[in-house]
């Protein structure tokens, strides 16, 4: 079935090859040059999917209100001299009977395989302050693709060296955390994964729909009485690994924090 994709791209590499490659599967595909242009987009036609690749200077909205409502693009900044770069897939629209599992694991995957191609000049690097965003249905497929792209952009960033490091072990129990037992497996709840990272540190925040629970309230499974237990696992190793992690008050948004090696 034909999906509608927007691409939001301002330097025309992604939008080019993703262009040509949906294209030929039949999609059709809207490209914006910047956050304001895919506003426009947005106010007269809905998509399936929404990819957005930009620098701050086209982060900005013109209009001066920052705060839109618009979850699926990147969110506006005031400043268009920020070093930031938004990077987003957002999939607005996913039904079992029109969006199939395999269908959309291709297209995300396909979109991060070509993402990590491109690279970044070091001296960009060094300054870099990037925000990467998802917000995908629960579906444990999906998660591979997601944590492999990350740990490339983070260790690409100088956060960490992944053959020394646990983080996506972390990570790896985060995600599926957040699908398994906040969502339950249910696909038509989406998954907000938002990772925050310059040369300093890695800042990762995974928010599930679920109804969230007491951290306070899992058994402790260093405690005798709870060593074959499986639950609370999870949260001591995300714990052991990361420098910082916080839940909200309702429990269904983790914060975790992983401190850069070479500082």
Known sequence: MQKKILIVDDHDDLSTVLTGEFSELGHLIKVAESRD?????????????????????????????????????????????????????????YKNNEFTEDELKNFVETTLNHKAKFVDQKEIVQNLREKIE???????SLMHGILDYLMKRVEKIGVVNSENSNLFIALDEAFVNAVKHGNKFDATKLLRITAEVSPKEARFTIEDEGEGFNVAEIPDPTNVENLFKT???????????????????????????KKSENI
């Not at 987009?41 to 920052?66: A, M, P, V």
């Not at 998802?134 to 444990?140: A, D, H, N, Q």
């Not at 992690?245 to 983790?254: D, I, Q, S």
């Open 231 to 257: 639950s609370g696992r999870g949260v001591l190793i995300i714990h052991n690994i990361m420098d910082e992690v916080r839940y909200n008050e309702r429990g269904n948004r983790l914060e975790m924090i």
């Open 37 to 93: 242009e895919a506003v426009t987009f947005l106010e007269d036609e809905n998509f399936d999917l929404i990819i957005t690749d930009l620098d701050g200077e086209h982060l900005t909205d013109n209009g001066g209100d920052t705060d839109d409502g618009i979850t699926c693009l990147p969110e506006a900044i005031p400043d268009s001299r920020s070093t930031i770069k938004a990077f987003k897939i957002c999939v607005s629209n």
């Open 134 to 140: 998802f917000e995908i249905p629960s579906l444990i």
